[in-house]
């Protein structure tokens, strides 16, 4: 997993937009902050916060400890951004995207709250 990658890039190529196409950068920015408001909420990330201002921002800012929840982060701010800045039309594609945000904001909680007691108990 490349970790060094732009979370911008990223975030534009999963949605279908060539990376050099910059004129939905700054919604696209908007969304992605957002989406990792929510991560902090949920314990994931790191504990001051994060927020990226453009393609300079890489993965490894975020979290670069734990490349296997990074991957369901970066899968969750795929389908989360999609959803805010691109909504598909069928309400079927929609509520399978729903549920599968509800997966793995499930799965998130549970590796935060299991990174949290690893810490708790090597402090302890």
């Given amino acids: 997993m490349d970790t060094t990658e732009s979370i911008l890039t990223s975030v534009k190529k999963l949605l279908g937009i060539d990376e050099s ?3 939905f950068d700054a919604d696209l920015i908007m969304h992605i902050n957002s989406v990792f408001s929510i991560l902090g909420q949920m314990g994931v990330g790191p504990k001051k916060g994060f927020a990226i201002s453009g393609a300079d921002e890489k993965w490894s800012d975020f979290l670069e400890d ?3 929840r990074l991957a369901l982060v970066k899968s969750y701010m795929h389908l989360k951004v999609r959803l805010l800045f691109d909504l598909p039309t069928a309400s079927s594609a929609v509520d399978a995207m729903n549920r599968q945000i509800s997966e793995f904001e499930w799965r ?3 590796a935060a709250d299991n990174a949290a007691r690893e810490g708790e108990s090597q402090n302890g």
Wanted: no cysteine; aromatic share 22%; proline share 11%.
């Fill in 66 to 68: 734990d490349p296997g």
């Fill in 108 to 110: 998130l909680f549970v």
């Fill in 21 to 23: 196409y910059t004129h």
